[in-house]
């Protein structure tokens, strides 16, 4: 094999090498772009049930509460 040849070689297996690289960068992007996902729509799910729970309490506060007396 000629010294070019050799050279084309080398070339062509470090640019294999970078894209294979560069192709499980971008999976590993996408796997935590789901991820992320997933995680955002239980955070939605759990801020929900907190703003539930959340008003029951400030209604249930504002119940025990008395009634400020009325003066005439």
Sequence with gaps: MSKLSERC?????E??????KYNAGVKEVE??????Q???AEFQIKNAQY????AQVKE???A???APEATT
Excluded: S
């Design 31 to 36: 796997k935590l772009n789901t991820d992320n």
């Design 64 to 66: 025990e509460e008395p």
């Design 9 to 13: 070689e080398q070339r062509k297996q």
């Design 51 to 54: 703003a539930e729970l959340l």
């Design 60 to 62: 249930e506060e504002g």
């Design 15 to 20: 640019a294999e090498a970078l894209a294979e």
């Design 38 to 40: 997933q995680v955002y």
